[in-house]
Antibody
Framework: EVQLVESGGGLVEPGGSLRLSCAAS????????LHWVRQAPGKGPVWVAR????????TYADSVQGRFTISRDNAKNTLFLQMNSLRAEDTAVYYC?????????????WGQGTLVIVSS | DIQMTQSPSTLSASIGDRVTITCRAS??????LAWYQQKPGRAPNLLIS???TLESGVPSRFSGSGSGTEFTLTISSLQPDDFATYYC????????FGQGTKVEMK
C-alpha cells in the first residue's frame, strides 16, 4: 500500500524557517517525481514545488522561488521541503504527493498533510 | 500563468440528481485536465485524468469531457458519498487548480 506521511509542521513567526519531511513507503520511491502542494484554509490547492526522480531537477511556484527548497533522500525514501523567510500567506496545510507518470503529471497519491501556521 | 475557473462555486443537489461542474482554462491546455474530489480534513483524491480517463476504483457514474479550454465533470446519479468539493487541475504548464465546487445536499 502506498503511504506518504508528512511531518514537521507547526507554528512559526514571520521570517522564520521550517523543514517539512515526507516519509514514503509501498512503492519504489526512486522511480517517481514528487510534489509539494499546499492548501490554505477554505481555499483550493496550490502547487508549490516538484522534484525529479533522481533529485537532479527542481521547479518552484513563483510565490516560493528563492525561499523554499525541495530535496529528497532516495536511500531513506524521504522528501523534504525547506521553507525560509516564511510569510503569513504561507499558512496552509502542506501535502506531499506522488507524480503518477513521472514527468510532471497528476498526483495519484497524497499524504494526510501537515499544518504550517505563520503568525506572531 | 494558466488560470482555472470553476462554476458554480456551490451546487445544491439531491440523491439521484445529475450534476455537472464546469471548468474553464485561461488558455488552451490540450487534454491535460484532471478532476479531484476532496472531503473535509482529507487530501484531494484523483478521480479523472486526461479529461476523461477514470482512475482505478472510481465509480462509472463519474465522467469527464471537453477540450481546449472548456471542460466538464458529470455525476450521472448523485450518491451520498459524492457530497464533497471538486477541483479541476491543469497540468499542461506546471499545475494550476480551480477554486473548487462544493456539492451540498439540497
Amino acid at each position: 500500500e502506498v503511504q506518504l506521511v508528512e511531518s514537521g509542521g507547526g507554528l512559526v513567526e514571520p521570517g522564520g524557517s521550517l523543514r517539512l519531511s515526507c516519509a514514503a513507503s509501498g512503492f519504489t520511491f526512486s522511480r517517481y517525481w514528487l510534489h509539494w502542494v499546499r492548501q490554505a484554509p477554505g481555499k483550493g490547492p496550490v502547487w508549490v514545488a516538484r522534484i525529479t526522480d533522481d533529485g537532479s531537477g527542481t521547479t518552484y511556484a513563483d510565490s516560493v522561488q528563492g525561499r523554499f527548497t525541495i530535496s529528497r533522500d532516495n536511500a531513506k525514501n524521504t522528501l523534504f521541503l525547506q521553507m525560509n523567510s516564511l510569510r503569513a500567506e504561507d499558512t496552509a496545510v502542506y501535502y506531499c504527493a506522488r507524480d503518477r507518470d513521472g514527468a510532471g503529471s497528476v498526483e495519484d497519491y497524497w499524504g494526510q498533510g501537515t499544518l504550517v501556521i505563520v503568525s506572531s | 500563468d494558466i488560470q482555472m475557473t470553476q462554476s458554480p462555486s456551490t451546487l445544491s443537489a439531491s440523491i439521484g440528481d445529475r450534476v455537472t461542474i464546469t471548468c474553464r482554462a485561461s488558455q488552451t491546455i490540450s487534454s491535460w485536465l484532471a478532476w479531484y474530489q476532496q472531503k473535509p480534513g482529507r487530501a484531494p483524491n484523483l478521480l479523472i485524468s486526461e479529461v476523461s480517463t477514470l482512475e482505478s476504483g472510481v465509480p462509472s457514474r463519474f465522467s469527464g469531457s471537453g477540450s481546449g479550454t472548456e471542460f466538464t465533470l458529470t455525476i450521472s446519479s448523485l450518491q451520498p458519498d459524492d457530497f464533497a468539493t471538486y477541483y479541476c487541475q491543469q497540468y499542461n504548464d506546471y499545475q494550476t487548480f480551480g477554486q473548487g465546487t462544493k456539492v451540498e445536499m439540497k
